[in-house]
């Protein structure tokens, strides 16, 4: 006996269900943009601190010897 599958008979979270509705027109989510990322290494180029001239105070960058960092005002 020979048995037809219908669309139906296919799980309903498939591959082909999820291409099909991201297809479809319609809202789209719109994506956070990141801030700018710049790498620790490439402000403090070597040295342990820097300051950091902000709305007219000075701060402070600093390293620790656990290679954590810390700003201070």
Do not use: V, W
């Given at each position: 006996?020979?048995?037809?599958?219908?669309?139906?008979?296919?799980?309903?979270?498939?591959?082909?269900?999820t291409?099909?509705?991201?297809?479809?027109?319609?809202?789209?989510?719109?994506?956070?943009?990141?801030?700018?990322?710049?790498?620790?290494?490439?402000?403090?180029?070597?040295?342990?601190?820097?300051?950091?001239?902000?709305?007219?105070?000075?701060?402070?960058?600093?390293?620790?010897?656990?290679?954590?960092?810390?700003?201070?005002?």
């Amino acid at each position: 006996m020979n048995q037809a599958i219908h669309q139906t008979d296919r799980p309903f979270n498939s591959e082909a269900d999820t291409e099909q509705r991201d297809a479809q027109p319609g809202p789209q989510p719109i994506e956070a943009s990141l801030p700018c990322a710049i790498s620790s290494e490439a402000l403090l180029r070597g040295q342990p601190s820097i300051t950091i001239a902000h709305q007219g105070a000075i701060y402070r960058l600093q390293t620790t010897r656990q290679g954590k960092l810390i700003l201070t005002k």
